[in-house]
Protein backbone atom coordinates (compact mmCIF):
# COMPACT_ATOMS: atom_id res chain seq x y z
CA UNK A 1 0.00 0.00 0.00
CA UNK A 2 1.02 3.64 -0.93
CA UNK A 3 2.16 5.31 2.67
CA UNK A 4 1.15 9.06 3.21
CA UNK A 5 3.42 10.75 4.83
CA UNK A 6 3.12 14.06 6.29
CA UNK A 7 5.71 16.79 6.32
CA UNK A 8 5.20 19.72 8.88
CA UNK A 9 5.49 22.61 6.44
CA UNK A 10 5.13 25.24 8.97
CA UNK A 11 8.71 26.59 8.35
CA UNK A 12 12.49 25.33 6.90
CA UNK A 13 13.36 22.60 4.54
CA UNK A 14 10.06 20.72 3.55
CA UNK A 15 9.78 20.63 0.24
CA UNK A 16 13.36 18.67 -0.20
CA UNK A 17 11.71 16.25 2.03
CA UNK A 18 8.25 15.75 -0.59
CA UNK A 19 10.67 15.60 -3.12
CA UNK A 20 13.09 12.64 -1.36
CA UNK A 21 9.75 10.84 -0.38
CA UNK A 22 7.32 10.80 -3.58
CA UNK A 23 10.93 9.44 -5.84
CA UNK A 24 10.89 6.64 -3.50
CA UNK A 25 6.85 6.42 -3.93
CA UNK A 26 5.42 7.57 -0.84
CA UNK A 27 2.56 10.00 -1.00
CA UNK A 28 3.20 13.15 0.64
CA UNK A 29 0.96 15.43 2.64
CA UNK A 30 1.97 19.30 3.18
CA UNK A 31 1.11 19.98 7.15
CA UNK A 32 -0.19 23.44 8.48
CA UNK A 33 -2.93 22.54 10.80
CA UNK A 34 -4.30 20.16 12.30
CA UNK A 35 -7.17 18.91 10.18
CA UNK A 36 -4.36 17.61 7.41
CA UNK A 37 -2.74 14.76 9.88
CA UNK A 38 -5.40 12.81 9.56
CA UNK A 39 -5.20 9.61 8.12
CA UNK A 40 -0.85 9.67 7.72
CA UNK A 41 1.48 6.99 8.27
CA UNK A 42 3.94 9.07 9.09
CA UNK A 43 5.06 12.30 9.84
CA UNK A 44 8.64 14.52 8.98
CA UNK A 45 10.12 17.36 11.00
CA UNK A 46 12.52 18.61 8.51
CA UNK A 47 15.35 20.86 8.65
CA UNK A 48 14.98 25.06 9.54
CA UNK A 49 15.41 27.21 12.90
CA UNK A 50 13.72 25.03 15.60
CA UNK A 51 12.90 27.94 17.64
CA UNK A 52 10.56 29.50 15.09
CA UNK A 53 9.04 25.68 14.07
CA UNK A 54 8.61 25.29 17.88
CA UNK A 55 6.21 28.74 18.14
CA UNK A 56 4.74 28.24 14.91
CA UNK A 57 3.42 24.45 16.07
CA UNK A 58 1.78 26.26 19.18
CA UNK A 59 0.54 28.61 17.44
CA UNK A 60 -1.00 26.77 14.49
CA UNK A 61 -2.46 24.49 17.05
CA UNK A 62 -0.52 20.90 15.82
CA UNK A 63 1.98 20.76 19.23
CA UNK A 64 -0.39 19.31 21.38
CA UNK A 65 -1.58 16.88 18.46
CA UNK A 66 1.55 15.96 16.92
CA UNK A 67 2.92 15.16 20.28
CA UNK A 68 0.02 12.94 21.35
CA UNK A 69 0.39 11.04 18.06
CA UNK A 70 4.35 10.46 18.11
CA UNK A 71 4.03 9.58 21.50
CA UNK A 72 1.36 7.15 20.77
CA UNK A 73 3.68 5.53 18.06
CA UNK A 74 3.59 7.54 14.93
CA UNK A 75 6.52 7.08 13.14
CA UNK A 76 8.55 10.52 12.52
CA UNK A 77 11.68 11.55 11.30
CA UNK A 78 13.68 14.67 12.40
CA UNK A 79 15.97 16.50 10.70
CA UNK A 80 18.62 18.76 11.82
CA UNK A 81 16.08 21.19 13.23
CA UNK A 82 13.31 18.65 13.74
CA UNK A 83 15.75 16.58 15.81
CA UNK A 84 16.07 19.64 18.42
CA UNK A 85 12.25 19.25 18.30
CA UNK A 86 11.92 16.07 19.14
CA UNK A 87 15.17 16.05 22.02
CA UNK A 88 13.61 15.39 25.80
CA UNK A 89 16.99 18.00 26.48
CA UNK A 90 18.80 20.81 24.93
CA UNK A 91 22.23 21.36 26.24
CA UNK A 92 23.10 24.82 25.35
CA UNK A 93 18.98 26.04 25.18
CA UNK A 94 16.89 27.10 28.23
CA UNK A 95 13.66 25.75 25.38
CA UNK A 96 12.31 22.71 25.13
CA UNK A 97 9.71 21.76 22.37
CA UNK A 98 7.60 18.16 21.25
CA UNK A 99 10.45 16.48 24.17
CA UNK A 100 9.87 13.22 23.53
CA UNK A 101 12.90 11.71 22.51
CA UNK A 102 15.70 10.13 24.79
CA UNK A 103 18.33 12.25 23.77
CA UNK A 104 20.27 15.71 24.79
CA UNK A 105 21.32 17.61 21.61
CA UNK A 106 23.78 20.39 21.33
CA UNK A 107 22.31 23.22 18.97
CA UNK A 108 24.63 24.87 16.23
CA UNK A 109 27.36 22.18 17.82
CA UNK A 110 29.42 22.87 14.83
CA UNK A 111 29.47 26.62 15.20
CA UNK A 112 26.97 29.30 14.29
CA UNK A 113 28.58 30.72 10.60
CA UNK A 114 31.23 28.61 8.91
CA UNK A 115 29.73 25.55 10.28
CA UNK A 116 28.49 24.03 6.84
CA UNK A 117 29.81 20.99 5.68
CA UNK A 118 29.37 17.67 3.70
CA UNK A 119 30.71 14.67 4.28
CA UNK A 120 30.19 10.98 3.83
CA UNK A 121 30.19 8.64 6.16
CA UNK A 122 28.06 5.43 7.64
CA UNK A 123 24.17 5.18 8.86
CA UNK A 124 22.83 2.10 9.90
CA UNK A 125 24.96 0.04 8.66
CA UNK A 126 24.95 1.99 4.75
CA UNK A 127 28.25 2.90 3.46
CA UNK A 128 29.14 6.17 1.70
CA UNK A 129 26.05 8.45 2.53
CA UNK A 130 26.14 11.49 1.85
CA UNK A 131 25.73 14.09 4.56
CA UNK A 132 25.15 17.78 4.12
CA UNK A 133 25.29 19.36 8.05
CA UNK A 134 24.31 22.95 7.79
CA UNK A 135 24.53 25.03 11.13
CA UNK A 136 23.42 21.13 12.76
CA UNK A 137 23.15 19.96 16.21
CA UNK A 138 24.94 16.81 17.67
CA UNK A 139 23.52 14.11 19.61
CA UNK A 140 25.70 14.62 23.33
CA UNK A 141 23.68 11.95 24.85
CA UNK A 142 21.56 9.16 24.54
CA UNK A 143 19.17 7.16 26.93
CA UNK A 144 19.36 3.25 27.20
CA UNK A 145 16.36 2.55 24.60
CA UNK A 146 18.44 4.83 22.00
CA UNK A 147 20.57 3.01 19.23
CA UNK A 148 23.21 5.58 17.32
CA UNK A 149 23.18 4.94 13.08
CA UNK A 150 25.58 7.33 12.32
CA UNK A 151 28.60 9.13 13.70
CA UNK A 152 30.88 11.54 12.42
CA UNK A 153 34.32 12.92 14.33
CA UNK A 154 32.98 10.73 17.43
CA UNK A 155 29.93 12.74 17.80
CA UNK A 156 26.70 10.87 17.39
CA UNK A 157 25.01 12.65 14.15
CA UNK A 158 21.37 10.19 13.36
CA UNK A 159 19.85 7.99 16.02
CA UNK A 160 16.35 5.76 16.41
CA UNK A 161 14.52 5.27 19.82
CA UNK A 162 11.38 2.73 19.03
CA UNK A 163 9.09 5.11 16.54
CA UNK A 164 11.78 7.95 16.41
CA UNK A 165 14.43 8.59 13.96
CA UNK A 166 16.95 11.55 13.86
CA UNK A 167 19.50 13.05 11.58
CA UNK A 168 21.45 16.05 12.57
CA UNK A 169 22.50 15.87 8.58
CA UNK A 170 20.02 16.79 5.71
CA UNK A 171 20.11 13.09 3.18
CA UNK A 172 16.69 15.21 1.76
CA UNK A 173 19.34 17.62 -0.21
CA UNK A 174 21.11 15.05 -1.93
CA UNK A 175 20.28 12.25 -4.56
CA UNK A 176 20.66 9.55 -2.15
CA UNK A 177 17.18 8.07 -0.85
CA UNK A 178 18.68 5.48 1.52
CA UNK A 179 18.02 7.38 4.67
CA UNK A 180 14.52 8.28 3.60
CA UNK A 181 13.94 4.45 2.34
CA UNK A 182 15.01 3.48 5.85
CA UNK A 183 12.38 5.54 7.31
CA UNK A 184 9.64 3.92 5.52
CA UNK A 185 10.52 0.97 6.57
CA UNK A 186 9.87 1.71 9.83
CA UNK A 187 6.01 2.05 9.21
N1 LIG B 1 20.58 25.72 13.83
C1 LIG B 1 19.20 25.35 13.65
C2 LIG B 1 18.46 25.30 14.98
O1 LIG B 1 19.06 25.36 16.00
C3 LIG B 1 19.08 24.00 12.95
C4 LIG B 1 19.67 24.09 11.57
C5 LIG B 1 19.00 23.24 10.54
O2 LIG B 1 17.92 22.69 10.76
N2 LIG B 1 19.61 23.16 9.37
O3 LIG B 1 17.27 25.22 15.01
Redesign the pocket.
Known amino acids: MTKRIGICAVQ??FAEHCAALERIGAVTVIIRGKEELRGLDALVL????????GLLLRALGLFEPMRKMIKEGLPAYG????M?LLAKDIEN?SRRHLAIMDIKVR??GYG?QLSSFNVRGTFAGLDDVEMPF????YISGTGSGVEVLAETDGLATAARENNMLVTAF?PEVTDDTRVHEYFLSMI
Do not use: K
Open positions: GAPGGESTAQTCAGIDRNRIRAPH
